[in-house]
């Protein structure tokens, strides 16, 4: 006799769809697709039972006996069995399960031909009902009432002996066969459904471990954003605002060449903010770094519009570093700019040191001032913390500490890497 190798274990189909993730969706499209072949099979089966039954020499009583017997099974299919087969719901399922067995127990006590019911009616136990005990209970059930209708003689009314003892060993074998199969296939199935549930747990902690990755870079790229707007447009902007605030000093006091010369300041200032924010937008390298220009070049253009701004004495000592790794470049010359910055916002100095070397340890910038220096209390702006954050990731460090003479110094100090220059010898600026 076969056994089940239909699922069992699956999940009701009747819980909350909310519960359902898309393995187990999966498997539920893949059931409800094989169970119309469930259908036709139990069908057929039972349709040839019948016709076998019709071509052998019964009486009159006992054919309409097992013909009506089988069309109970067939009605109770269609009514109980197939809506269990996709619900799932174990009432229905149990009810029609009872009726089969019962069915095709009087079917194969009124001729042998009736056993080819068993093929279905081992499986649908299976197939059905998702309760161990209960498939165990209707297998054993089934199995035994067959032996038993199987020795049961019609003309006599009386069980045959020799046929029990016959039948008995033979549904033994088939009961064996049925349990030891539709167990083995319960097993394998719930192991399915476990993996299925895994994968789908899997799906949503790759689905959520996106999610975070993609926040975590949104966070990111608006950390660089804000660093990249305060190291340029931010102190672009403050430049404007102080020679605005020093033309219109300039005019107050009648002094109109002293006040054009600050309005064109303001507008090369304002050139420059413009194509920093342009670099911005393309995501590009510093405005001061493309078109070919050198760091070198860059830092001396910063230092010489510092000097133009502040009116202090400026000093530039930078050894040609060309070589650098442009994520390098890009570190020096923020890194200058915040510093230099700093310094015309807190420093009220008299004048500043901007250097620029390499050596065995590395590319070094340095900027001193001879203003009040830091106060002990002093809380490190967005700025400075931004400085150390981007010199950090490069692998480098910043100090910033009183200078010899008074006032500050920052120094920021990266190492010497892949991007890192062969020291070219060069004079002061």
Partial sequence: ???????????????????????????????????????????????????????????????????????????????????????????????????????TVVVVAQDSLGT??????????WMLSEHLRAQVALCVALAAGTALALAWDPATGRLDAAELASSVPQMGVALGFSLGLGLWVAHTLRQAERHARLVDELR???????????????????????????????????????????????????????????????????????????ALVAATGP????????????????????RTETGLAVTARLEDVAGLS?????????????????VRRHAAARSVVVELAHGAAGTRLEVHDDGRGMAADVTEGYGLRGMRERVAAGGGTVRVTPGPD??????????VGSGSPARVPGGAA
């Fill in 1 to 103: 006799m076969t056994t089940a190798d239909a699922p069992h274990a699956r999940s009701a189909a009747s819980r909350a769809d909310d519960d359902v993730g898309p393995a187990e969706a999966g498997l539920e499209g893949t059931w409800e697709r094989d169970v119309r072949w469930w259908d036709a099979a139990f069908y057929l089966i039972v349709v040839l039972s019948a016709v076998a039954l019709v071509t052998v020499p019964l009486g009159g009583t006992r054919l309409a006996v097992s013909l009506t017997a089988i069309g109970v099974l067939l009605v109770a299919y269609t009514l109980w069995g197939r809506r269990a087969a996709r619900t799932r719901e174990q009432g229905v399922a149990h009810l029609y399960l009872v009726v089969l067995v019962l069915g």
């Fill in 116 to 125: 080819l019911l068993l093929f279905a009616a081992f499986t649908q136990v």
């Fill in 204 to 278: 949503a902690t790759q689905a959520e471990l996106a999610r975070s990755n993609h926040a975590a870079g949104v966070a990111a790229e608006r950390e660089r954003v804000a660093q990249e707007i305060h190291d340029t447009l931010a102190q672009g902007f403050t430049s404007v605002v102080m020679l605005a605030q020093a033309a219109g000093v300039d005019l107050d006091r009648g002094a109109s060449e002293a006040a054009r010369e600050r309005l064109a300041q303001v507008e090369a200032t304002a050139r420059d903010n413009l194509a920093e924010a342009r």
């Fill in 287 to 306: 405005a001061p770094l493309q078109g070919g220009g050198t760091l070198v070049d860059a830092v001396r253009r910063l230092v010489e519009r510092f």
């Fill in 326 to 342: 442009s994520a390098d470049e890009v570190v020096l010359l923020r890194s200058a700019q915040e510093a230099l910055t700093n």
């Fill in 406 to 415: 008074g006032g500050t110094s920052v120094v920021v100090q990266l190492p």
